[in-house]
């Protein structure tokens, strides 16, 4: 297991004064990037020097995951009409820059994860980035970048990416679909985008509406199932808040609440283990986009919570049960002792 020491806050990496330009009343919520970082420092639950703006991801980094010629079309401006059209965003200098800060914010924050236990993208989860292409909002694949960095300075051997945004991670299970030393989770809605989904070594595939009992017990089930079968050194988190109930592109039925009782989980069980979690922020497209943010700021405040709650990591379960142990779980074992 991984020496982890905790000292200091919460590292935070955000990347929401990197704005680009989008046409008028474009689907991709932009703002919802800086109102989760004026909540979060509101709220105080982080030290001020905790929040910080990420190093850009050099070439080197994006071209362990992405085809050269990709990568210099992207930056140089090269991109044809309809790649970017798959993308879903007009090019622009600024989106370039935004971009790779995104990927540097996951990069620190999973070296930060390492060292301290769980810290935090306040954006990023870019999974539908292939080596050679980008679609659905998705550039370069943050999260696969991330992976092979640490990988590559001899941090880690074996990466679970735990993918709980709505839609299928395809690009992430593509890039990593012969590679052991990464696993690749993805809980989604069936018929929801992509609609050809990749194969990640493990696959979650839920009808259209279901609700929290239905989601969390997959969850749990799966969480045991890839993190108690072999050794891992670190989990990369993808905590979508588009599963919820009235996201626009969710088509689940998750509430506040149930999303709140997926984090605990996904924290719970990678600290029974003593995982470092690194966590990216994921989709949200609620026509209200404060639900958005409230979705995204309780997963960095539970994350805060665990940090503090499993400090240091450890191989042990908790003395609570972990997350099957709170308040939400129990109301749902007393409500089915009820209906027996």
Same mark, same amino acid.
């Given at each position: 297991?991984?020496a982890?020491?905790?000292?200091?806050?919460?590292k935070?990496?955000?990347?929401?004064q990197?704005?680009?330009?989008?046409p008028?009343a474009?689907t991709?919520?932009i703002?919802?990037?800086?109102?989760?970082?004026?909540?979060?420092?509101?709220?105080g639950?982080?030290?001020?020097e905790?929040i910080r703006v990420?190093?850009?991801a050099?070439?080197?980094?994006m071209?362990r995951?992405?085809?050269?010629?990709y990568?210099?079309?992207?930056?140089t401006?090269?991109m044809s009409?309809?790649?970017m059209?798959?993308?879903?965003?007009?090019?622009?200098q600024?989106?370039?820059?935004?971009?790779?800060?995104s990927?540097?914010?996951?990069?620190?924050?999973?070296?930060?994860a390492?060292?301290?236990g769980?810290?935090?993208?306040?954006?990023?989860?870019?999974?539908h980035?292939f080596p050679?292409?980008?679609?659905?909002?998705?550039?370069?694949?943050?999260?696969a970048?991330?992976?092979?960095?640490?990988?590559?300075?001899k941090?880690?051997?074996?990466v679970?990416i735990?993918?709980?945004?709505?839609?299928?991670?395809?690009?992430?299970?593509?890039?990593f679909?012969?590679?052991?030393?990464?696993f690749?989770?993805?809980?989604h809605?069936?018929?929801?985008? =992509? #609609?050809?989904k990749? +194969? $990640?070594n493990?696959?979650?595939?839920?009808?259209? %509406?279901?609700?929290?009992w239905?989601?969390? !017990?997959?969850?749990?089930?799966?969480?045991d199932?890839?993190?108690?079968?072999?050794?891992?050194?670190l989990?990369?988190?993808?905590?979508?808040?588009?599963p919820?109930?009235?996201d626009?592109?969710?088509r689940?039925a998750?509430?506040?609440?149930?999303?709140?009782?997926?984090d605990?989980?996904?924290?719970s069980?990678?600290?029974?283990?003593?995982?470092p979690?690194?966590?990216?922020?994921g989709?949200?497209?609620?026509?209200?986009?404060?639900?958005?943010v409230?979705?995204?700021?309780?997963?960095?405040?539970?994350a805060?919570?665990?940090?503090?709650?499993?400090? =240091? #990591?450890?191989n042990? +379960? $908790?003395?609570?049960?972990?997350?099957?142990?709170? %308040?939400?779980?129990?109301?749902?074992?007393? !409500?089915e002792?009820?209906?027996?």
């Open positions: 297991m991984i982890i020491s905790f000292t200091g806050t919460m935070l990496f955000y990347t929401d990197f704005t680009f330009p989008l008028e474009h991709f919520p703002e919802k990037y800086a109102l989760l970082r004026k909540r979060i420092t509101e709220a639950i982080v030290e001020p905790g990420p190093d850009a050099t070439e080197e980094d071209l995951v992405h085809d050269p010629a990568v210099h079309r992207f930056v401006g090269d009409s309809a790649e059209r798959k993308i879903g965003f007009p090019w622009s600024a989106l370039v820059e935004r971009t790779k800060r990927c540097g914010a996951t990069i620190q924050a999973c070296f930060a390492l060292d301290e769980i810290a935090a993208n306040l954006a990023g989860g870019t999974h980035a050679d292409r980008g679609e659905g909002y998705c550039i370069f694949n943050d999260v970048i991330a992976a092979r960095a640490v990988q590559a300075e941090r880690v051997r074996r679970v735990i993918d709980c945004d709505v839609h299928q991670g395809n690009g992430t299970a593509s890039i679909k012969d590679d052991p030393s990464v690749t989770f993805s809980i809605g069936e018929k929801n985008f =992509p #609609f050809h990749e +194969r $990640s493990l696959d979650v595939a839920l009808e259209d %509406g279901a609700d929290d239905t989601y969390l !017990d997959a969850l749990a089930k799966s969480l199932q890839i993190l108690g079968s072999h050794p891992t050194d989990a990369i988190y993808i905590a979508g808040a588009d919820f109930i009235e626009r592109f969710g689940l998750l509430t506040k609440e149930g999303l709140a009782e997926r605990r989980l996904v924290f069980r990678c600290g029974e283990r003593g995982i979690v690194a966590v990216t922020m989709g949200g497209y609620s026509p209200n986009v404060n639900d958005t409230d979705i995204h700021f309780q997963t960095i405040k539970i805060f919570e665990a940090r503090g709650q499993l400090s =240091p #990591f450890s042990r +379960r $908790s003395q609570a049960g972990g997350c099957m142990a709170s %308040g939400f779980w129990q109301r749902k074992e007393h !409500d002792s009820h209906t027996l």
